[in-house]
């Protein structure tokens, strides 16, 4: 059975950082394109940042809105995926989620806040 288990979410500051994980297990981890989204209430899910798999050399592409900020890695020995945040602000509020396909995990909440 395939799982998704996000952490690392949490209340932090404006201007701070955070590093999301997602683990994935029941599957080829290595050979999967694998996604990070948000959802802000209210709001549709966006996708955030895309990491291909090990066959096309694991690049990266980002939302528009985090570039620069955010940086999504992966680790195949931990069949583990990253999203590293920096600067973070109040709109990238939302709730994030991992996926590959048609697989989610549950999410993780992130609040900016002061």
């Known amino acids: 059975q395939v799982q998704l288990v996000e952490s690392g979410g949490g209340l932090v500051q404006p201007g701070g950082s955070l590093i999301l994980s997602c683990v994935v297990s029941?599957?080829?981890?290595?050979?999967?394109?694998m996604n990070w989204y948000r959802q802000a209430p209210g709001k549709q899910r966006d996708l955030v940042a895309t990491i291909t798999s090990i066959y096309t050399g694991a690049r990266t592409t980002y939302a528009d809105s985090v570039k620069g900020r955010f940086t999504i890695s992966r680790d195949n020995a931990k069949n583990t995926v990253y999203l590293q945040m920096n600067s973070l602000q109040p709109e990238d509020t939302a709730v994030y989620s991992c996926?590959?396909?048609?697989?989610w995990g549950q999410g993780t909440q992130v609040t900016v806040s002061s």
């Open positions: 029941g599957t080829m981890f290595g050979f999967k394109d």
């Open positions: 996926n590959f396909r048609d697989k």
